[in-house]
Each structure stands twice: as structure tokens, then as C-alpha cells.
DNA sequence: GTATATGCAAACGGTTTGCTCACAT
DNA sequence: ATGTGAGCAAACCGTTTGCATATAC
């Protein structure tokens, strides 16, 4: 974590929240549980935060339509699977596939740095 | 096209917009083309006879953070190239994987329905 | 000491919605 | 005639930002 400036009170805890769950949270979710511990943090700082983490490459953000962004401590690549009725995320334990880029070069306009893929369907909890 | 009760011109239009494209545009940008045709409509149409059509399977949804969403006119299970610079989505010409489906199923937590997969990368004007 | 980060609250921007009126059926 | 859909504008909601203050270095 050498990339920030300053390691604030906020930084750490903020930090120490997402690497310390796999449920891919909100922004919200995250600012609930930092407030536990510190609750004169404000929701701006999450943001600001987060988005720091983000452009530093050290964590991921999910983006879907309608609802709040997710984010996920873990940057390395690979893939999620998402239900479409609860909107929970988790991770799927399968390999990045990168003969997929190679595959896509040759039908694609432009240069490939990488993909991403999600799998959408019902959860245990709610099928 | 029968899922709507009732035709209108606004719907005949945004529907036109749409179905002779495939540079899946944003609302706002379907809204100022319709509106070269049809300059009273408001923007709140646009975006409910978008929803409609999302909803019958008509078209598809195309949700990346921060910005607006993009509209296909295509609902056909097809991949898309995103570039990261510029924003512009097209279709990579490429069949669906149905493989990647089963490939998850086992190291999944749920029931698969079908997976999105989309290339990012820099497009020719970007690069 | 100094510049970066925070808290607060207001602003932002895309999207949705309540209300009244128009019009497709 | 009837009830779905349109237009308008305000509300919504997640996220960003301006400003004054606090604090890590």
C-alpha cells in the first residue's frame, strides 16, 4: 500500500474492511462497518477512498445497472457470478481464460488488453 | 413487437432508432435523434419505452460505472468490445461460449443462467 | 510547517415518477 | 369509452465536490 500519501485512520480501516470479506460490498456496506469502529468517518471519505484504491490498481469495481457500484478487495483476475434476483456477487474458483483475447482479436476493431465475464443466474438462497 | 398494448409514434420511433444502429447509444443519444422526427417528445418516454423493451427481451441493457447506460438493439447472446478510452462499445463478431456456462457450474454457488462477457481495450481511433 | 486528507453538506447527473392530458384501440 | 402512454417537471439516489479544518509526515 504505497501508493497513498498519507495512511489515515479511515485509510486503514477502510482497507482492512474490504480485504477482510469475500461479499463483494458497497460503498454504503462498507461505510457502516468502518463507522463501528470509527463513526465520525463520512461517507465522502469512502468514496474518495475507494476511488483511490481503484485508480491504484488495488482493488476492483463491479459496476451493473441500476443500484450501487461493488467493490472487491481481491485484484487479481477473475471472475464472478451474480444473481439476478438478490444482486449478491461471489467469486467463481475457475482460471482466467485468456485464449478468450485471442479468440476475440481476430473478430474484434481495436487491441484487447482483457476481458471480463460474469456469470448471472439464481443463488443458493434464492432458488 | 407484441408485447406493447399500444403503438404510439414515440415508440415506433425510438424502436427505429434502435433496430438501424450498432453503435449502442445512450438514451440521451436516441432521445436527440428521435427527436429530429418527433421534436415534442420528452426524454422520460425515451427512457420508459427503453425499460419496456428491456423488460419484453427486446433489447439489451448495457450498464459500465460511472456514466450512462447503453442500449442494444440486438438481444442475441453476443460479446461486446468496449474501449476504455473513448467509451465506444461494438460487437465482437465471435459465437457465444456455452462452454463457459458448464465450466462454472461446478465451481459456482448457484444456478447458471448464462454469463456476459465483454473485451476491453483501445478501439482504432483510440489507440 | 505544509500539503494531503477529512467532515460536512450541497451539487451533480442519469434515471425514475406523480400528475394531468392525449390518443390508440 | 376507456385506460395505456405521453409530456412536464420535480424527485430520487448513488456519487462527487467545494470549502474550511484537522492531521500525518
Known amino acids: 500500500m504505497g501508493g ?6 479511515q485509510r ?5 474492511v474490504l480485504r477482510s470479506t469475500n461479499c463483494h460490498p458497497t460503498a454504503d456496506w462498507i461505510y457502516e462497518r468502518v463507522r463501528e469502529k470509527l463513526p465520525s ?11 483511490s484504491l481503484v485508480d491504484m490498481g488495488e482493488i476492483l469495481q463491479l459496476s451493473y445497472g441500476s443500484g450501487q457500484d461493488r467493490y472487491d478487495g481481491n485484484a487479481e483476475e ?18 482466467y481464460q485468456t485464449q478468450l483475447d485471442k479468440r476475440a482479436a481476430d473478430a474484434c476493431c481495436g487491441t484487447i488488453k482483457g ?3 460474469e456469470f448471472v443466474g439464481l443463488c443458493y438462497d434464492c432458488q
Open 4 to 9: 497513498f500519501q498519507r495512511m489515515t485512520e
Open 78 to 95: 477473475h471472475y464472478h457470478f451474480r444473481c439476478s434476483k438478490c444482486g449478491s456477487v461471489t467469486d467463481v474458483d475457475m482460471p
Open 12 to 16: 486503514r480501516l477502510i482497507l482492512e
Open 41 to 51: 468517518i463520512s461517507l465522502g471519505t469512502v468514496y474518495r477512498n475507494l476511488r
Open 115 to 117: 476481458h471480463r465475464l
